[in-house]
């Protein structure tokens, strides 16, 4: 096996233009870590993000991508759960483990989970960090129950589209919002109440929400306020994109307000691939491209037209 890989990297920060692909070494798993050939890698927001600004990320030179579905090529010393050959799909520690748009990924074993043997790797490279959010959003941190009603802001996104079906396979009733043209999309994951945001006032249509998922900022959270009954939970993955003043706005309202940063999890990825491989969770596979081509991906994703993910193969 080659000691160099094929990686994208970016030695400044900017547009898609920065990205490069190159040749670099080649990581060896220490105790404890696998080496995973990597066959396919989700691209989401926060990778545009991060290549465009500084975030949670040291300055360049660096290769972006947390997604992560491939195969073990190498394990290191004490590693029980996987053997070469295993097919298997994680995200890699967020923020700081990040490089997956690139042909080979180092990290500890319990990132990943079995690939199930039902999905390719198109579709499990696609689930990771979407999917952990939503879940440790509703289901760790709300702590989702049959029968509660669910709010799920711009449900046809990456995050939102999964969330609904993570919320469907709970048992909730799914309230989401996302443009007309959606809504038959958000119909067939199994929302119960499409709500066309561009022309109707969410905070207004939905009422007696138990939890709500706020995966865009701005004035998103204060409005979903209103939606909320007493002891009700909103939940933010645009942390940063909040008013300083939520926690108090909430503890006003009788409910509680929590901005989520997603973390590798063992236990939650058993769960999701288990979801996978049922057929409760699939993720809409919105554009596949060449790792060559991460460039187009990120411009794509900049457009803010995407219908669920975009995924890079290697």
């Known amino acids: 096996m080659s000691e160099r890989m094929r990686a994208i990297r970016q030695d400044v920060l900017g547009g898609p233009e920065v990205l490069q692909l190159v ?3 080649r990581p060896e798993p220490g105790p404890t870590e696998v080496l995973v050939r990597v066959r396919a ?12 600004m500084k975030i949670f990320l040291p300055d360049p030179p660096f290769t972006l991508g947390w997604d992560v579905s491939g195969v073990v090529e190498k394990v290191g010393f004490g590693v029980t759960i996987h053997k070469p050959g295993d097919e298997v799909f994680g995200m890699l520690r967020y923020p700081g483990g990040v490089g997956s748009h690139a042909e080979y990924v180092v990290a500890p074993s319990r990132t990943f989970v079995r690939k199930p043997a039902g999905i390719d790797h198109v579709q499990a490279g696609a689930l990771p960090l979407a999917a952990l959010t939503a879940w440790q959003a509703l289901v760790d941190t709300a702590g989702l129950r049959e029968g509660q009603r669910v709010l799920v802001h711009a449900a046809a996104g990456g995050v939102g589209h999964l969330a609904v079906q993570i919320a469907k396979a709970k048992g909730a009733h799914v309230i989401g919002t996302a443009s ?10 199994g929302v119960d109440e499409p709500i066309d945001y561009q022309n109707v006032d969410f905070a207004e249509a939905a009422r007696d929400v138990d939890v709500v998922l706020d995966t865009i900022g701005g004035d998103y959270a204060p409005r979903s306020l209103r939606t909320l009954r007493p002891g009700g939970v909103l939940v933010a993955i645009a942390g940063r994109a909040q ?13 509680r307000f929590e901005t989520l940063l997603v973390e590798p999890d063992f236990h939650a990825m ?6 996978a491989a049922s057929g409760k969770l699939r993720a809409e596979i ?22 669920g993910k975009i995924v890079l193969t290697v």
């Open 180 to 189: 007309a043209p959606k809504h038959g999309f958000l119909r067939d994951l």
């Open 23 to 25: 040749e670099i070494e």
């Open 243 to 255: 008013p300083p003043s939520m926690a108090e706005q909430a503890a006003e309202r009788g409910v």
């Open 286 to 307: 919105d554009t596949v491209l060449p790792l060559e081509d991460a460039a187009k991906a990120h411009e794509r994703g900049e457009t803010g037209r995407v219908s």
């Open 270 to 275: 058993t769960e999701i691939a288990g979801l």
């Open 41 to 52: 890698a989700g691209v989401n927001p926060t990778d545009w993000k991060h290549r465009a």
